[in-house]
């Protein structure tokens, strides 16, 4: 694995830092969602999260989707269910 240092400018460090934080708000928000509903597979999960994701929190649809699996992949870590489909 090769290590990279981002040197970001000013600008470019303040939207790294408001897109990290609204990944981590999403993020949040789909655990609770997933908690709730007892749903941990990541393409059932995506059902009932993705499109508010990435409208409340104006993700793309990559980072929306990433979202959803890291946060599956961490119910899996505590084995609560499988990310699979």
Known sequence: M????????PDQATALEATLLACNEAATWV????FERKEFKNFALRKV????????????AQAAQH??????D???TLKHGSCSS
């Open 2 to 9: 090769m290590q990279v240092r981002l040197l970001p400018t």
């Open 31 to 34: 655990s609770k969602v997933a």
């Open 49 to 60: 999260t993705y499109e508010l994701a990435k409208e409340r929190w104006q993700l793309g």
């Open 67 to 72: 979202v959803i699996k890291k946060t599956c």
């Open 74 to 76: 961490a119910y899996v």
